[in-house]
């Protein structure tokens, strides 16, 4: 029974990869569920056998991937160090991982995506759902971030962020201008992903100068 679990397991990441990849590649309305097990290397049975239909392996694909994938890069905000250090330090990750990580480009590629025309799937408003809820969360992120409120957060003198030191260098006034600047940055460099990586700034502090430079002046 336990080995019958971990195959079924096994089968449920293999179709989610492969219909990561498929979707970015092709586009959600254009993937047929025999192209996921195809790519998959499996029947479409077993793509029934885990999923309803296409719709649900979309909203499976985005609530699978959206933490796993992002997490290590929102992690570098989480890290000990002056506020400006830690927010070069994350715009330059995400630029690298749009570069070098396909699953995260992959990801990003999808989720950005705001065709939902009437060709889209019926129902594809859940994964649209989700894709808002995540995007929402990161403007949150930001936005606490920007404003100095992150508990156990400390500036380069090891000040709590909420003592006042930890809003050195932020815009005090209006985090959340920040912040939606921010996002809409990642955003952007997202979608000049999935067109082509190489249009993409500099993978270093002279590609992140102009957002960080709006947010932190």
């Given at each position: 029974?336990?080995?019958?679990?971990?195959?079924?397991?096994?089968?449920?990441?293999?179709?989610?990869?492969?219909?990561?990849?498929?979707?970015?590649?092709?586009?959600?309305?254009?993937?047929?569920?025999?192209?996921?097990?195809?790519?998959?290397?499996?029947?479409?049975?077993?793509?029934?056998?885990?999923?309803?239909?296409?719709?649900?392996?979309?909203?499976?694909?985005?609530?699978?991937?959206?933490?796993?994938?992002?997490?290590?890069?929102?992690?570098?905000?989480?890290?000990d160090g002056p506020v400006?250090?830690?927010?070069?330090?994350?715009?330059?990750?995400?630029?690298?991982?749009?570069?070098?990580?396909?699953?995260?480009?992959?990801?990003?590629?999808?989720?950005?995506?705001?065709?939902?025309?009437?060709?889209?799937?019926?129902?594809?408003?859940?994964?649209?759902?989700?894709?808002?809820?995540?995007?929402?969360?990161?403007?949150?992120?930001?936005?606490?971030?920007?404003?100095?409120?992150?508990?156990?957060?400390?500036?380069?003198?090891?000040?709590?962020?909420?003592?006042?030191?930890?809003?050195?260098?932020?815009?005090?006034?209006?985090?959340?201008?920040?912040a939606a600047g921010i996002?809409?940055?990642?955003?952007?460099?997202?979608?000049?992903?999935?067109?082509?990586?190489?249009?993409?700034?500099?993978?270093?502090?002279?590609?992140?100068?102009?957002?960080?430079?709006?947010a932190l002046p």
């Amino acid at each position: 029974m336990r080995r019958t679990a971990e195959e079924a397991a096994q089968t449920k990441a293999a179709l989610l990869e492969a219909a990561l990849f498929q979707f970015a590649e092709h586009g959600v309305a254009a993937t047929k569920l025999a192209d996921v097990a195809q790519r998959a290397g499996l029947t479409r049975g077993a793509v029934y056998h885990h999923f309803t239909d296409k719709t649900a392996l979309y909203a499976a694909v985005i609530a699978n991937s959206w933490d796993s994938v992002t997490a290590p890069v929102w992690a570098v905000l989480d890290s000990d160090g002056p506020v400006e250090d830690r927010l070069r330090e994350f715009l330059v990750a995400w630029l690298r991982r749009l570069r070098e990580d396909r699953h995260f480009r992959a990801l990003l590629t999808i989720t950005l995506n705001a065709s939902y025309g009437p060709d889209q799937p019926e129902g594809i408003s859940d994964g649209r759902a989700s894709k808002s809820y995540g995007l929402a969360d990161w403007l949150q992120r930001l936005e606490t971030f920007l404003a100095g409120k992150r508990d156990g957060a400390a500036d380069g003198n090891g000040a709590g962020a909420g003592a006042g030191a930890g809003q050195r260098g932020t815009h005090a006034d209006d985090p959340s201008g920040a912040a939606a600047g921010i996002l809409a940055w990642l955003c952007g460099t997202a979608l000049l992903a999935a067109t082509d990586p190489d249009l993409l700034p500099p993978s270093d502090a002279s590609g992140v100068a102009l957002p960080l430079r709006g947010a932190l002046p």
